[in-house]
């Protein structure tokens, strides 16, 4: 089994529109996982084999040069909620292009490093989140961004996880009698963790504030229900 455990620090309770600037393993990724959530996905590369592999897989792909600023701002990242600046061996094209999207107005960008002193400049010039991502790294990304509930996943398989949440203000005070999540759902709740107690529950356990939830099935259904108690 896998776990990754990333400390990404983002506080937004919810992102909407999305812009993915170079597209690498890292950048087809997060594009494609963020799609997948049913978050519309602007994505950009200068290499346009790149743009044609993910363009049936988002909202809008173009091929153009991210570190003029008026094609960017032609492409609308300006409107993105979040930029993730995924340019992967070209360091002045990745520093540019994350200061131009600064520039656009952009409230929370992203951006990959591939040394430490590329990190360092790149925090320097306004990147909210530098990250060292690789494939998994990504999809783990897109569903932080989108779902932020979720602290931890552990990999059982290619679809089956093991989550570890934070239950949102709405669940509170209910029991999983109340959520029917296994039958609604299809998860199952395996344990909540509650102070320094592990809790076996049973259907009329009722979650309190602060509580911890595990809980086992796919990311879609868990999406499904975070959204139904968000």
Known sequence: ???????????????????????????????????????????????????????????????????NINFLREAG?????????????????????????KELGVKYVIARAISEPHKKILEKIGADLVVFPEKELGEYLAQKLVVPNIIDYIEIS????IFEIRPTSTMVNKSLEDLDVRKKYNLNVLAIHRGGDIITPEPKERIKEGDILYITGTFENLNNFLEDYK
């Open 1 to 67: 089994m896998k776990s990754l455990s990333y400390n990404f620090r983002i506080e937004k309770a919810k992102f909407n529109q999305f812009a993915v600037i170079g597209l690498g393993r890292f950048g087809i990724s997060v594009a494609i996982t963020l799609e997948r959530l049913g978050c519309p996905v602007i994505a950009i590369d200068i290499d346009e084999r790149r743009v044609e592999e993910v363009k049936d897989f988002v909202s809008y792909a173009k091929v153009l040069d991210s570190t």
């Open 158 to 161: 290619s679809n089956i996880k």
């Open 77 to 101: 990242i300006q409107n993105a909620d979040v930029v993730i600046v995924s340019i992967a061996h070209d360091v002045e094209a990745s520093v540019l292009a994350t200061l131009l999207v």
